[in-house]
């Protein structure tokens, strides 16, 4: 995430740019978008799905992914995907 805002100020409109790896919530999926990613890859949680109950499992992962964007975006209080900027997120410092 750190890096997202350089790598898509880098590109411009040559072309869109996707995170993949390290998205593990709807909130992640949140902040990519808002640093400027055209979108999120889940993989992980689809996989977490579908390891633990096959079809129905990777349903209900969407599930809780899609709970959880409408969740960050209340909490931040914005109604749509296309309202959010980078100044909705922070991203935390490691500790010392």
């Given at each position: ?21 390290g ?51 209340a ?20 500790l010392?």
């Amino acid at each position: 995430m750190e890096a997202l805002p350089s790598v898509v100020d880098a590109v411009g409109d040559r072309a869109e740019v996707y995170v993949d790896g390290g998205v593990m919530s709807g909130s992640d999926v949140v902040a990519a978008v808002a640093l400027g990613a055209r979108a999120a890859l889940v993989g992980r949680a689809y996989l977490y799905g579908l390891m633990a109950g096959g079809e129905r499992g990777v349903g209900r992962a969407a599930d809780i992914l899609v709970q959880e964007v409408a969740s960050t975006l209340a909490l931040l209080g914005v109604t749509r995907v296309s309202d959010l900027r980078a100044d909705h997120v922070r991203i935390r410092l490691p500790l010392q």
